[in-house]
């Protein structure tokens, strides 16, 4: 059972606009919520995280936004650069949990 | 520093073998998670080692195993290799136990399983 989904497997960008990534989950006992980035042939790479007692986290062009009655975060990147281009994957985990679960990721691709 | 190194990169086993995989974590890193990824199913967890005790497993039958060393190092173990393990098989190392502590994986060990 898919705990954290993310249920667009892709979405193209132009460069320079918004891109606007989601992700849902079921599990109201998660607190701390994660992006990780993956190129290929390489491991994700820790993007930018929020905590359940926030709504929005913002790192450079990054920003995070949680909103816990409807069990859903996104993640906006502001402006896109073809750079971006990645797999992006959400992930979850309940407080003082060991072990993340991860959505299916979103392939993000910006267009020059 | 180094980052998180997994070998082999690649490997090509046989139905029924069995396989081991190696992780060496960030130096100073004590905790070490490894995932499974496949397509459609994301990363999904296998289990996570602290200071030589496996402190968490994830949803995995008894052939996939690990085990951790005094230096942090770890190792896991695939018996009876089926080709529904073909995976990329990603290692991750922090500081302390604990997901919100960050991890930083490595690039993984592509297992295919013919």
């Known amino acids: 059972d898919q705990q954290v989904k993310q249920n667009s497997p892709s979405l193209s960008v132009q460069e320079g606009r918004i891109s606007i990534l989601n992700c849902d989950y079921t599990n109201s006992m998660f607190d701390y919520f994660l992006w990780y980035k993956k190129y290929p042939a390489e491991g994700p790479t820790f993007l930018i995280s929020?905590?359940?007692?926030?709504d929005k986290n913002e790192d450079g062009r990054f920003t995070v936004f949680l909103n816990k009655s409807a069990k859903h975060l996104s993640l906006h990147i502001v402006p896109s650069q073809p750079g971006d281009s990645a797999v992006y994957f959400c992930a979850a985990s309940e407080a003082g949990a060991n072990n993340l679960f991860f959505g299916t990721g979103t392939r993000l691709t910006v267009i020059p | 520093k180094a980052g998180v190194t997994q070998t082999p990169r690649y490997l090509i086993k046989t139905r029924g073998q069995q396989v081991t995989l190696s992780c060496s974590p960030i130096s100073g890193h004590r905790s070490v998670s490894w995932y499974q990824q496949t397509p459609g199913q994301g990363l999904q967890f296998l289990f996570e080692y602290f200071s030589e005790t496996q402190r968490n497993k994830g949803n995995f039958p008894g052939r996939f195993s690990g085990r951790q060393f005094s230096n942090s190092r770890s190792e896991m173990n695939v018996s009876t290799l089926e080709l529904g393990d073909s995976a990329l098989y990603l290692c991750a190392s922090s500081l302390q136990t604990g997901s919100n502590y960050g991890y930083t994986f490595g690039s993984g060990t592509r297992l295919t399983v013919v």
């Open positions: 929020i905590s359940s007692i926030k």
